[in-house]
């Protein structure tokens, strides 16, 4: 049941968001728009840099023509959501006018915000449709893979943690990623 405060409050529509956003009202404040609310994003770490930009090297080459691979960029998720994901493999398009609403992966490199990529963002996600969506879970040195979007859920999980594993993309099955080149000491 919701609090007294919670009916009393109006979510911000991911419309007002944007203007805002090109107004410069959140100039150096790291915020996303995560279910109608402004949701302060921790500062990225060297682990969690060196771990991104490891994604984008290994992606962009297998996929360049056939996906765009936007790095922590805007991801319209609905009419309440923008969040950022650390990597999103998108259809190819000109996103000069809007941010791309389509995702066949998303991944999310997490060390602070495990319990966020595993709640509210795998909920968005998964209601957005996102076939395929990972997340990176540094202190546990382990690769979460979701798959099978059933409204706010995915059906499907699998985890893997051994150095050796592969994995390989659902869209592009073509392209096969081994965990330890994704995760290092």
Same mark, same amino acid.
């Given at each position: ?7 009393? $409050?109006?979510?911000? +529509?991911?419309?007002?968001?944007? +203007? $805002? ?31 991104? +930009? ?29 969040p950022e994901p650390d990597v999103a493999v ?47 879970? $540094?202190?546990?040195?382990?690769l979460e893979i979701y798959r099978e979007p ?5 059906? +499907? ?9 592969? $994995? ?18």
């Amino acid at each position: 049941m919701p609090s007294p405060t919670s009916d009393l $409050l109006r979510p911000l +529509q991911r419309a007002e968001y944007d +203007q $805002l956003v090109a107004l410069g009202v959140f100039v150096g404040e790291p915020v996303e728009l995560l279910d109608g609310a402004l949701v302060t994003v921790s500062p990225i770490g060297p682990p969690h840099a060196s771990t991104v +930009q490891r994604l984008n090297e290994l992606l962009l080459p297998r996929l360049t023509g056939r996906a765009s691979l936007r790095i922590q960029s805007p991801f319209a998720a609905g009419p309440l959501s923008e969040p950022e994901p650390d990597v999103a493999v998108v259809p190819l398009g000109s996103y000069d006018t809007a941010h791309p609403n389509q995702a066949y992966l998303i991944v999310e490199v997490a060390d602070s915000s495990l319990a966020i990529d595993r709640g509210a963002k795998a909920r968005i996600y998964a209601e957005c449709g996102v076939p395929e969506y990972w997340i990176v879970n $540094l202190s546990e040195r382990r690769l979460e893979i979701y798959r099978e979007p059933m409204g706010g859920s995915y059906q +499907q999980s699998l985890t893997l943690n051994e150095p050796g594993a592969e $994995l390989t993309l659902l869209r592009f099955p073509d392209v096969c990623l081994r965990l330890d080149a994704i995760i290092t000491c």
